[in-house]
């Protein structure tokens, strides 16, 4: 039989050990629990106490964000802009002497030679190239589903015909040669080198001219053009250079797209596949989207300054400092500039993933 005082002190005994248990983790514990939560839970971890926020905060992994590539006007040496560390990085790369940029994703980058017609993928942080079979590029868009070391990785390409009908080319690393195919749909598409693919979930989606969404199964060889209404554009977007102003990417198998006009704010889209329609986004919720003309890629995870925001392939104060929209301050940074689409080449320059210790290869 327990008396109460024995019962007190068994209770007070619980107490201490349950305090013990969770305020006073052994540090290597602590650490070992932190280090396998998502970044999300980790930060939520870290408001639990200062002894918690210190050990968070040392095991805290962040993303590598995406560099600015910028094409020399003329010679080999190639500006890399890390807008994290608002960085600029040279590289030597005589290897793309004569080349027209197509399309970047895991770090590798899609060329195009005009003078013998010649397609390959090329990584400049490790200087590695694959070759594809040639290929005449005209206005064709194109884009690839993952690094070309992957035995799944396809080429893509489109351009219109006809309103109704599209011409597909697919090849992967390889190839003897291209498959080229015309298909025809239903909904008019016509296409615009201003308008990237994007690899999401198995399919590559385009975007129209005027904003019709059309999907390629590499798979099944099948091309359809949903009937999904174009997001609604935001107030003056159809003036002069309207179809410059707007950029799609993925981001864990959800598609996004940007609209933006000149120095009005940026209207995010995703796209609700079981709805088929497209829904505007508030915010980003930590995601940022980095859009360029030639592909835009997304990430997360990345520092806080960066994170749910849009940065632009452009730059302000001599190629200092990146355009970027914040949507926690719904503002532009910098300020009261304008963003006349219109002013920029294409080709100009693209993102790329670098690889963790890519500054030990520059």
Known sequence: MVNGDERTASE?????????????????????ILSNLTFEDNVRA?????????????????????????????????????????????LELPELRGCRVCYSKQGWLLLYRRRNHLVFFFNPFTRETINLPSYELAYEIMAFSCAPTSTNCVVFSIKHVHPTVVAISTCHPGASEWTIVNHRNRLPFVSSIWDKPVFCSGLFY?????????????????????????????ENFFVKNWWKGKFMTEHNGDLLVVYT??????????????????????SLRGVTIFASFLSSLSGANLPGIMRNSVYFSKFRFFGKRCISYSFDDC???PRKQQYDWGEQPPFENIWIEPPRHALSSI
Not at 19 to 30: K, R
Not at 47 to 67: F, L
Not at 262 to 269: E, F
């Open 12 to 32: 007070d005994g619980k107490g201490r050990l349950e305090l013990q248990t969770w305020s006073d983790l052994p540090l290597e514990l602590l650490e070992l």
């Open 46 to 90: 870290s408001v639990v106490c200062k002894r918690w926020h210190k050990v968070a905060i040392s095991v805290r992994v962040m993303n590598q964000s995406p560099w600015l590539m910028y094409m020399p006007k003329s010679g080999c040496l190639y500006e890399f802009y890390d807008p994290s560390e608002r960085k600029i990085h040279s």
């Open 206 to 234: 385009c975007l129209s001219l005027t904003g019709w969404l059309g999907v390629y199964d590499p798979g099944r060889r099948y091309w359809k053009v949903l009937p999904v209404p174009p997001p609604r554009c935001p």
């Open 261 to 282: 006009s000149q120095n009005k704010n940026p209207m995010i889209y995703k796209l609700y596949r079981s709805e088929l329609a497209w829904k505007e986004m508030e």
């Open 331 to 333: 503002r532009y940074y």
